[in-house]
């Protein structure tokens, strides 16, 4: 499975306009990037168009949704629009589903209970278990990635989280966690856009909060916008090698692909000096 997904990909704010993300998934699909992952946030995309036209436009690499909001978007809706798209494009589409976090939503049913619905519903509809990937921080939902679908998709962790994930899933399952980058060796420049991008909205979010507080960070690391400590390993900077070193240790703790998530008004250039030392 790790050949379909490869070892690095490209993972994508949804805050990118549409034209720079398909010009993106198009280039890092020549620079050797396996897959392109396509935050969403809390938008509706039930009829997945966008994710077909980067399939169109492009020839190999796995497109995946980094992701549908199980909150905003309704499970039979998204699963026939799976079924047009994998009858077309086959595995080179990967469903990645989730809640999202507790804030951005009404709820009406805890976010476990969600998640279980939602798969159980997409189980009705066909949508196979291998076509689809959840998004996943604790070890509930951790096992219950093992259990219903492809695997975890952990989003802003460090390689302490992949270790334990690890664990969790057991050794079959794909675990591919995204990491943040910014392509800038002055320690003070990369802070600077690195720390905003953290702090809003992650740092009030207390199902990132308290994950974050699980692998060891203090409430002084994590109050305001972040200690320095928090922001250098959540987003992570420096050379090209030396990041490539810092998301190789995901890989060394147990993930089979790291979607590299670049942060910057230049990504594609992030994704083209990465892509010297990462393949």
């Given at each position: 499975?790790?050949?379909?997904?490869?070892?690095?990909?490209?993972?994508?704010?949804?805050?990118?306009?549409?034209?720079?993300?398909?010009?993106?998934?198009?280039?890092?699909?020549?620079?050797?990037?396996?897959?392109?992952?396509?935050?969403?946030?809390?938008?509706?995309?039930?009829?997945?168009a966008f994710f077909e036209e980067v399939l169109a436009a492009t020839e190999t690499v796995t497109v995946a949704t980094a992701i549908v909001n199980m909150w905003t978007n309704d499970a039979g809706k998204i699963a026939a629009s799976y079924h047009r798209l994998a009858e077309r494009y086959g595995d080179r589409f990967l469903l990645g589903v989730g809640v999202g976090h507790p804030e951005s939503v009404a709820q009406y049913e805890s976010p476990y209970?969600?998640?279980?619905?939602?798969?159980?519903?997409?189980?009705?509809?066909?949508?196979?278990?291998?076509?689809?990937?959840?998004?996943?921080?604790?070890?509930?939902?951790?096992?219950?990635?093992?259990?219903?679908?492809?695997?975890?998709?952990?989003?802003?962790?460090?390689?302490?989280?992949?270790?334990?994930?690890?664990?969790?899933?057991?050794?079959?399952?794909?675990?591919?966690?995204?990491?943040k980058v910014v392509v800038e060796e002055d320690a003070a420049a990369a802070r600077l856009i690195g720390r905003p991008f953290v702090e809003k909205p992650y740092l009030g979010l207390r199902n990132y909060v308290s994950n974050l507080r699980r692998l060891g960070y203090t409430e002084e690391d994590v109050a305001g916008g972040g200690t320095?400590?928090?922001?250098?390993?959540?987003?992570?900077?420096?050379?090209?090698?030396?990041?490539?070193?810092?998301?190789?240790?995901?890989?060394?703790?147990?993930?089979?692909?790291?979607?590299?998530?670049?942060?910057?008004?230049?990504i594609l250039t992030g994704y083209r000096k990465l892509a010297e030392v990462l393949f």
């Open positions: 499975m790790t050949a379909r997904l490869g070892r690095f990909g490209a993972w994508m704010s949804p805050a990118t306009d549409d034209r720079t993300l398909r010009k993106t998934a198009v280039e890092a699909e020549k620079l050797g990037y396996g897959t392109v992952w396509f935050g969403i946030g809390s938008g509706t995309v039930e009829d997945l209970a969600k998640m279980v619905g939602y798969l159980d519903r997409l189980d009705a509809e066909g949508v196979p278990k291998d076509g689809r990937i959840l998004a996943a921080l604790g070890d509930k939902s951790l096992k219950l990635a093992a259990d219903r679908t492809l695997g975890a998709h952990p989003y802003l962790v460090t390689p302490a989280h992949t270790g334990h994930a690890r664990k969790i899933l057991g050794p079959d399952v794909v675990l591919a966690p995204e990491h320095d400590r928090l922001i250098d390993d959540l987003a992570l900077h420096g050379s090209p090698s030396t990041i490539a070193n810092r998301l190789g240790e995901h890989l060394a703790e147990g993930a089979d692909h790291v979607g590299v998530h670049v942060l910057g008004t230049d």
